[in-house]
């Protein structure tokens, strides 16, 4: 698996990142341990979790496979402080000093190589939120911080006081192209990578909602996937992706994955499957290049 320099920054990652939000919930022990061996023996190196993930228990699933699995070295481990689904979240240097020491001892480790602090806490000082990512770091916690679920303008701020600002991550797709408007050519500017959350927009674009979304299915249940499934855009999206898909003897999945992973300014996109099975899917995605006259032809059908 290619890899890719993070913003300016020294640290490579993976252009695909193995998501654990399905862990402990739909994902059991077992099945996280298939995805992480065939991750890694794809050349897979970014993981991404988050203590908010079926409520705690994907970290505590990866700590049992940290070492045993895997070499913890091996891997580039991006972990969440805060609450991007929280409308008033707690970024004080206590609350995310708290929840980060509570991260290394579920995970079991001494570090988090990417430390990710999600929503922005209008009651807490900009240069508090820097100083504690430059503590974080400067104490050996952290390698390197980033901002998730940031505007550009808060993205910007907090980059302008602390040298440990890395990268961003948003949710990004044909589906939500939200972060082109001004968050993507900001982090570019910057310098910071960007971390493409839901590249395949809840599977909505593999085109398994095509007739409509069923009461038990992911997208009906889980409340972080705000989107509305059944449009008339959605649908056209889909279509194309199908078409492209069929042209190019691949799967919808592969294409839209490719697209979102090759946009300019993304630095890896992030992945999540309820089994090996689905991931091998997404692995595949590796070897498909989207000839340019497929991406523009998704680019004019998603605007």
């Known amino acids: 698996m290619k890899q890719r320099r993070l913003g300016r920054s020294g640290l490579r990652v993976s252009r695909l990142g193995l998501g654990t939000q399905t862990w402990g919930r739909e994902t059991s022990p077992d099945e996280a341990s298939a995805q992480l061996t065939a991750f890694t023996e794809a050349g897979g190196n970014l993981v991404d979790t988050s203590p908010l993930f079926a409520r705690g228990r994907a970290q505590m699933i990866l700590a049992n496979l940290l070492d045993d699995v895997v ?178 003897a691949t799967s919808p999945l592969a294409v839209a994955l490719s697209w979102a992973r090759d946009h300019s300014g993304v630095t890896s996109a992030i992945v999540g499957a309820r089994d090996a099975a689905q991931l091998t899917g997404a692995l595949a995605a590796e070897s498909l290049d989207l000839p340019k006259a497929i991406a523009a032809a998704l680019d004019d059908v998603s605007r």
Not at 76 to 102: K, W, Y
Not at 111 to 130: F, K, M, N, R
Not at 160 to 180: W, Y
């Open 71 to 248: 070499p913890r070295d091996s891997l580039v481990l991006s972990a969440c402080s805060g609450d991007f689904t929280d409308a008033d979240p707690d970024s004080s240097r206590r609350a995310l000093l708290i929840e980060l020491d509570h991260t290394l001892e579920t995970l079991g480790t001494d570090y988090l190589d990417i430390w990710q602090v999600a929503g922005w806490d209008p009651h807490t000082p900009v240069d508090e939120l820097a100083q504690t990512l430059d503590y974080a770091i400067t104490s050996g916690r952290v390698r390197y911080a980033a901002l998730r679920d940031h505007r550009s303008w808060q993205l910007a701020t907090v980059q302008a006081r602390s040298r440990g600002v890395a990268a961003t991550q948003q949710p990004f797709s044909l589906l939500d192209r939200s972060a082109e408007t001004d968050l993507l050519p900001a982090a570019e500017f910057l310098g910071l990578g960007f971390f493409a959350s839901m590249p395949l927009a809840g599977g909505v674009l593999t085109g398994k909602y095509i007739s409509g979304v069923p009461k038990d299915a992911r997208a009906a249940v889980d409340p972080l996937m705000n989107i509305d499934l059944i449009d008339e855009r959605t649908n056209r999206v889909v279509d194309a992706v199908l078409t492209a898909a069929d042209g190019l």
